[in-house]
């Protein structure tokens, strides 16, 4: 069973920045499609960023040139960099992971089997 945990939520005014982590517990981290979704109060959730096993990676347009998604090397973890932040950003973003994925789907909610608790980031204007 592969656990994770996400920390680095908080309060931010707009335009500041958080980084968000999260902990992955499998041996065979590498072969894995991570991704963080978020959602809003009274919204679906949304599929933010993802990173598919090769390395490749995928934005919401709402996020691009703002947010990156990463991988640590040394550690099981994934980051998420969110920088110039907005109220509208304000959610709990979760953290998801998948066995192998179609690069195609890496920001499907439906494609990932395991999920954090997720972590809430607050905006204020």
């Known amino acids: 069973q592969v656990q994770l945990v996400e920390s680095g939520g908080g309060s931010v005014q707009a335009g500041g920045s958080l980084r968000l982590s999260c902990a992955v517990s499998?041996?065979?981290?590498?072969?894995?499609?991570m991704a963080w979704f978020r959602q809003p109060p009274g919204k679906e959730r949304e599929g933010v960023a993802g990173?598919?096993?090769?390395?490749?990676?995928s934005y919401a347009d709402s996020v691009k040139g703002r947010f990156t998604i990463s991988k640590g090397n040394a550690k099981n973890t994934v980051y998420l960099e969110m920088n110039s932040l907005k109220p509208e950003d304000t959610a709990v973003y979760y953290c998801?992971?998948?066995?192998?994925?179609?690069?195609?789907?890496?920001?499907?909610?439906?494609?990932?089997?395991?999920w954090g608790r997720g972590t809430q980031v607050t905006v204020s204007s």
């Open positions: 499998t041996r065979t981290y590498s072969d894995y499609c």
């Open positions: 990173i598919h096993s090769d390395g490749m990676t």
């Open positions: 998801a992971a998948v066995f192998r994925c179609s690069f195609a789907r890496v920001r499907w909610s439906t494609e990932y089997d395991y």
